[in-house]
RNA sequence: AGGGGAUUGGUGUAAUUGGUAGCACGACGGAUUCUGGUUCCGUUAGUAAAGGUUCGAGUCCUUUAUCCCCUGCCA
């Protein structure tokens, strides 16, 4: 982890929910293991590998991996690829690398082998074969050569029930026989499948003869072509699960009614198991639990609607900083921390809400605010010049003043920024007609330069268009670092409504800066007109060019902190956080805007325009 | 009466399992402040509805309402 410091909340450690609650429970009565004994929970993550995780899955890790911690157990990383036409290896890939970032490790994990110890279901299809041949020797499944569009509609709907297959009493040799020529690859897609024999009268759809597994003669991205069948989600996921001892099978609600079948399968094996039996013993039996996805606002998770916005162009890949993936929030500057904070936030329960996107906004403020070095930029600059710099020495010379690094931070300590006569403000802190409420730089008004000098504003300068190019300025060199002048002979003290970020001209940088809104305007983006696309907010990007930074974010200083990533984060004073873009060179930085500071003045502006 | 799940302030959640409805965020107000940030203090507002059992109901029972999920050879 990070030198960064901890977020807020400390993930998984004392939060308590009706999982825990089960888990208690099986812990003090053995179920299972040693009474008492809670290092037996297993949980697991297991991901499709056919996308980019996204902040929904950010939750799910951090509850199984957060279980596992608590209970002194352990989260197994499992790669659900059971199916070869959807998944790819390069999503194997970045999925290790967001779990690793979010600070999780898994039995077997090494730092210089992303895949060590990673589980896939596919090394468990000769096991899962065998076992569904048991199934059709017990009578329990069947191949059934209907097409898919007979099957759909012999599945009867939801009011009336099933027909049941011509081939669903056939003769258990003659299933063996095909099940095994499909197996084989002697048979093309769609052609047949191995089902279940189960209710075709079920009210649960999923009980009415599932299909187990279908012919897809399509290469593998691990098994190669060894397979020409793959398991279905259901048939799989419980023999994957017991397989790797899992105790506690953590999904979503959606799976609430296949937790039947779930349990049907691994009984169906079980029966007729047992001591001396010549099926053998019986096998682990997990406990599936469901709870509620994160459904945050202003925000779609669905990988349909993903990738839509990265193929249509919308964005400006898997990873652009407004996408809600891992990679992007990573890129946008989301902490690890911060997103662990959100989700142990968010809670577990089955209640389906919506959960402020704000949260995870304020989660990276709160983490960044104790951890962030300060820096000081300028989006949009107005020159200023100092008319009477030349009373404190040589018109023409720099000063190095004193600027606090973190003042939640003590240790950080302070740097040298350079003072002249030229420096940058930001436009927004002048008004040559400020209403009564801002405090800022106006004619005639004082205002304090922070860590540098006070300055009052004499003389507006325009330009031909009647705009504001520069502010004619004097400074009181009393004010040194910013402090109060002493009080007057009347013992009165000069005071002043607003200390202002600045750079000076002499010594500073430019650089690109990406500011971010949010992606959609909408609070549930395509509830209204059923397409989400018509909710995208056109102003979610803004690029600023000629921004004016101090020099030190040109280059690494020894105080800022050892991020775990390797992203380099600041606090602006005044603005936000920024981190650096991996758009940026050399020569070319670029900064992308994590968040703005929380902002009184702007709401305040908005109330009373 | 197809099946399953759910419902506590604006939002997210707790309530020792029948015993004072609490916490956090937000909003609002105030204090502090060399960031209109941070921090601190205060205010705000809730058991979906109606019956019933009980000394006592968020919790148990009945009815109703609303929302989510289910008819892929996706996961």
């Given at each position: ?378 989006l ?133 800066i990406r500011l971010f809104d ?21 102003e979610s990007l803004r690029v600023m060019t ?47 805007r ?16």
């Amino acid at each position: 982890m990070s030198d960064a410091g901890p977020a807020r909340v400390s993930p998984g450690a004392e939060l308590r929910h009706f999982i825990t609650d089960i888990i208690d429970a099986d812990v003090a009565s053995g179920k299972w293991g040693p009474v008492g004994d809670s290092s037996v929970v297993r949980t697991r993550f297991p991901p499709e590998p056919n996308g980019y995780l996204h902040i929904g899955h950010a939750k799910s890790i951090c509850l199984n991996f957060g279980l596992a911690e608590r209970y002194g157990g352990v989260c197994v990383l499992r790669f659900d690829d059971t199916n070869p036409v959807k998944e790819e290896e390069e999503f194997v890939r970045s999925i290790i690398e967001d779990v690793r970032w979010l600070g999780f490790a898994w039995p077997g994990a090494r730092d210089d082998d992303l895949k060590a110890g990673v589980r896939f279901a596919s090394d468990y299809f000769q096991q899962m074969h065998d076992w569904a041949v048991e199934l059709i020797r017990k009578g329990k499944a069947y191949v059934d050569e209907q097409t898919s569009e007979q099957i759909r509609a012999a599945r009867g709907d939801l009011t009336t029930p099933g027909t049941p297959s011509p081939f669903r009493d056939r003769p258990v040799e003659e299933s063996l026989r095909l099940f095994e020529e499909m197996v084989q690859g002697r048979h093309p897609d769609g052609s047949m499948v191995l089902r279940a024999r189960i209710d075709m009268a079920s009210p649960n759809m999923n009980l009415r003869d599932p299909v187990m597994y279908r012919i897809v003669n399509a290469r593998h991205h691990r098994t190669g072509d060894a397979w020409h069948v793959y398991p279905m989600y259901d048939w799989a996921h419980g023999l994957e699960d017991s397989i790797e001892g899992i105790t506690h099978s953590i999904c979503t609600l959606e799976f609430e009614n296949h937790r039947p079948l779930y349990d049907w399968f691994i009984d169906a094996i079980n029966e007729g198991r047992g001591p001396g039996s010549a099926w053998g013993e019986k096998i682990h039996h997990p406990q599936q639990i469901e709870f509620a996805r994160l459904n945050p606002s202003y925000i779609v998770t669905s990988k349909r609607k993903l990738r839509q916005l990265v193929e249509e162009g919308y964005v400006r890949g898997w990873d652009d900083p407004r996408m809600p993936t891992l990679s992007g929030l990573r890129r946008r500057g989301y902490t690890p921390e911060s997103i662990r904070a959100f989700a142990a936030e968010t809670g577990v329960t089955k209640f389906n809400g919506v959960h402020d996107i704000g949260w995870l906004e304020r989660a990276v403020r709160d983490h960044l605010n104790k951890v962030a070095p300060r820096r000081m930029a300028v989006l949009n600059p107005l020159k200023v010049t100092i008319t009477n710099w030349a009373d404190g020495g040589e018109a023409d010379r720099i000063e190095y003043v004193d600027v606090i690094n973190n003042p939640e931070d003590p240790g950080a300590g302070t740097r040298k920024v350079a003072f002249g006569r030229t420096l940058y403000i930001e436009r927004d802190d002048f008004m040559e007609d400020p209403p009564k409420k801002f405090f800022r730089l106006g004619p005639g008004r004082e205002v304090r330069l922070r860590c540098g000098y006070w300055i009052r504003c004499d003389q507006v300068v325009k330009n031909e268009a009647g705009e504001v190019v520069e502010l004619l300025c004097t400074y009181d060199p009393q004010t040194r670092g910013g402090e109060s002048p002493p009080p007057d002979a009347d013992g009165n003290v000069r005071k002043v409504k607003a200390t202002l970020h600045w750079v000076a001209a002499a010594e500073c940088i430019e650089a690109e800066i990406r500011l971010f809104d949010r992606l959609y305007l909408a609070e549930r983006p395509g509830r209204e007109s059923d397409n989400h696309l018509d909710d995208l907010n056109p102003e979610s990007l803004r690029v600023m060019t000629g921004c004016k930074l101090e020099k030190a974010l040109g280059e690494r200083l020894g105080d800022e902190p050892a991020w775990s990533d390797g992203i380099r984060r600041f606090q602006f004073e005044r603005l936000g956080y920024f981190c650096v873009d991996p758009d940026s060179t050399p020569g070319r930085l670029v900064f992308n805007r994590t968040v703005t500071l929380k902002d009184s003045w702007s709401k305040e502006r908005a109330r009373n325009p």
